[in-house]
Nanobody
Framework: QVQLLESGGGLVQAGGSLRLSCAASGRIFNNPFMVWFRQTPGKEREFVAGIAPNAAYTSYADSVKGRFSISREYAKNTVYLQMNSLKPEDTAVYYC???????????????WGQGTQVTVSS
């Protein structure tokens, strides 16, 4: 089992920044790929960014490339999503997930956090 706890969401004006955190515990070594998804009402969860073990590589959705950055701190078992130049269309509930592979398909992942709301005002 893996437990994930997100934090750092909130309300920000367009053009602003937020940093989300996802603290992991449990059998994380079996699920070392960490990702962020987001979801708005009535839509499926959308891949945002992912990071491989040892940060060997990262992946981003086209909509966030150049604005968002994913990183991980092994000492704290924590993954971060730095979000800059935020836009109103970034408004969503952001979820972190852990898995044994890195894909952009949300059904791949068995372990999810509870989500954190990000609201970007225009």
């Amino acid at each position: 089992q893996v437990q994930l706890l997100e934090s750092g969401g909130g309300l920000v004006q367009a053009g602003g920044s937020l940093r989300l955190s996802c603290a992991a515990s449990g059998r994380i070594f079996n699920n070392p790929f960490m990702v962020w998804f987001r979801q708005t009402p009535g839509k499926e969860r959308e891949f945002v960014a992912g990071i491989a073990p040892n940060a060997a590589y990262t992946s981003y959705a086209d909509s966030v490339k150049g604005r968002f950055s994913i990183s991980r701190e092994y000492a704290k078992n924590t993954v971060y999503l730095q979000m800059n130049s935020l836009k109103p269309e970034d408004t969503a509930v952001y979820y972190c997930a852990a898995g044994s592979v890195l894909t952009s398909t949300h059904r791949t992942y068995d372990y999810w956090g509870q989500g954190t709301q990000v609201t970007v005002s225009s």
